[in-house]
């Protein structure tokens, strides 16, 4: 197991188009985060799983937003109707319940 | 929320320079790490230190939770070690998500 695994690592989409980005965590670890990053600023908490369960959600996370984590393994972030406000780097994070997280590379998402 | 506040903002070095990183925060931590970004937008893993004193090479850290703040050590610097350093924090009581800092932008120069 390399780490955590992001796909893709860029994407660029229409105003009004639908995204899914795909986060596979480090095996063992049952914590899946997703966080958002804009240019100049640390990343925000968006939402967390603990293995299928979605525990919270940000308020960030607007209704246009979804995430699953289908058997606690690998994580899908989809946007509905995106927005030029949604550039942004999307990234995933894994941990145990309790301790260090390791985060994934990232998706750098363009709307255009 | 828990508020997190990390100086300098920016900071130039010359190679071979040592630096202090700030982390204030102001409530109680479960979870403390530091973090480098690259120019790819990848955060590396530099420490997990919620309290203590931790060192990797030419790095170390300090975080003394009593007085809510963590303390990031750079020695003799290199032009790789620029990119932005985040602190990240997990307050007591929540799930372990993290709060971010603003981060330190350091430039290292020959």
């Known amino acids: 197991d390399t780490g955590v695994s992001q796909d893709p690592r860029h994407k660029i989409t229409k105003r009004g188009q639908n995204v899914t980005f795909r986060c596979d965590p480090i095996?063992?670890?049952?914590?899946l985060y997703w966080y958002r990053q804009t240019l100049g600023q640390g990343p925000e908490f968006l939402t967390y799983f603990q293995n299928e369960a979605q525990l919270e959600k940000s308020r960030l996370l607007s209704d246009r937003f979804s995430a699953e984590r289908p058997k606690g393994s690998f994580s899908t972030l989809e946007i509905q109707r995106t927005e030029q406000g949604d550039s942004a780097m999307y990234l995933c994070a894994s941990s145990l319940l309790r301790g260090e997280a390791f985060f994934g590379q990232g998706t750098r998402l363009t709307v255009v | 929320g828990i508020q997190v506040e990390q100086s300098p903002p920016d900071l130039i070095l010359q190679e071979g320079a040592n630096s202090t990183l700030r982390c204030n925060f102001s409530?109680?931590?479960?979870?403390l790490q530091w973090f480098h970004q690259n120019p790819w937008g990848q955060l590396i893993n530099l420490f997990y230190i919620p309290s203590g004193t931790k060192q990797n090479g030419r790095l170390s850290a300090t975080t003394v939770a009593t007085e809510r703040y963590s303390l990031l050590y750079i020695s003799s610097s290199q032009t790789t070690d620029s990119g932005v350093y985040f602190c990240?924090?997990?307050?007591?009581?929540?799930?372990?998500?993290?709060?971010f800092g603003t981060g330190t932008r350091l430039q290292v120069t020959l």
């Open positions: 095996s063992e670890h049952n914590r």
């Open positions: 409530d109680s931590v479960n979870n």
């Open positions: 990240a924090l997990g307050q007591t009581g929540t799930a372990s998500k993290l709060t």
